[in-house]
């Protein structure tokens, strides 16, 4: 009996069945950074020499060269020079994770693979919760915080600088809340949408509502109202959603 031929472009046998194998620098960076991770690396320690991590790994001095640079660029280390340098593991810092998650968010937004109608759930399923916690264990800087927000946003002279006022506002909501993590989730999906509203030709005239939400939302935080404050974020979403916000 004669073998079927092989597909185009692909050798006989069972290749199909595995997959690619990640280059080895990318494969030493995942490994260190399970370490970091772990907690097995702590921030502030030193990383081996470069010829101590190439014997350990197996692999040459280029490559753990460039799997400390990867994880220098991702903010999990940081390489000094002179008598006491060398490559350290950093101190987690939220504005890392934040720079990360907007980044990956862009980039699945900008291409499609995550829609808008997806941003604006993910939206409500922080925020709502976050106006009633904030309602809950806001403080007078709190309030504070989101009423110059709002005021900007009511005063705003260009669509640009009323939505930096309103993300402004949101962030002083949210932060109110006390989920730091949250905090830090939060600002990059609001970006995602913000770039997505003007790359679909968004911006309506929904802006003249929106500093009256803002009031109305902060009246109930003021009064701890936390149903109240949950239901008028919620219908203030919808207002944005349905502008192109």
């Known amino acids: 009996m004669t073998a079927s031929p092989a597909a185009p472009g692909r050798a006989p046998g069972r290749s199909d069945?595995?997959?690619?194998?990640?280059?080895?620098?990318?494969?030493?960076?995942?490994q260190m950074r399970e370490l970091i991770v772990a907690g097995t690396l702590v921030p502030g320690e030193r990383l081996p020499s470069e010829d101590r991590l190439a014997a350990s790994f197996?692999?040459?001095?280029?490559?753990?060269?460039?799997?400390?640079?990867?994880?220098v660029s991702e903010g999990l280390a940081e390489t000094t020079r002179g008598v006491t340098g060398g490559t350290f593991v950093v101190t987690p810092r939220p504005e890392v994770l934040e720079g990360q998650i907007e980044t990956g968010l862009g980039l699945l937004s900008g291409s499609d693979a995550i829609s808008t109608n997806e941003l604006y759930?993910?939206?409500?399923?922080?925020?709502?919760?976050?106006?009633?916690?904030?309602?809950?264990?806001?403080?007078?800087?709190?309030?504070?915080?989101?009423?110059?927000?709002?005021?900007?946003?009511?005063?705003?002279?260009?669509?640009?600088s009323r939505a930096e006022s309103?993300?402004?506002?949101?962030?002083?909501?949210?932060?109110?809340?006390?989920?730091?993590?949250?905090?830090?989730?939060?600002?990059?999906i609001w970006r995602a949408m913000r770039r997505s509203a003007l790359?679909?030709?968004?911006?309506?005239?929904?802006?003249?509502?929106?500093?009256?939400?803002?009031v109305q939302i902060m009246r109930f935080i003021e009064r701890r109202d936390a149903d109240g404050a949950a239901d008028a974020m919620a219908r203030h979403l919808d207002r944005l959603h349905d502008g192109g916000l």
Request: net charge negative; with cysteine.
């Open 199 to 214: 790359r679909s030709g968004g911006e309506t005239e929904v802006w003249n509502g929106i500093d009256e939400d803002h």
């Open 121 to 160: 759930q993910a939206r409500v399923c922080i925020e709502v919760p976050c106006s009633r916690w904030a309602a809950e264990n806001r403080s007078d800087a709190d309030l504070a915080r989101m009423e110059v927000a709002a005021l900007a946003v009511e005063h705003g002279t260009s669509s640009m």
């Open 17 to 30: 069945e595995f997959r690619r194998i990640a280059p080895a620098y990318q494969q030493v960076a995942r």
């Open 166 to 188: 309103s993300h402004a506002f949101h962030q002083a909501v949210v932060d109110a809340a006390g989920n730091r993590l949250l905090s830090v989730i939060a600002p990059p």
């Open 58 to 71: 197996g692999v040459g001095r280029g490559t753990v060269r460039e799997a400390l640079r990867m994880l």
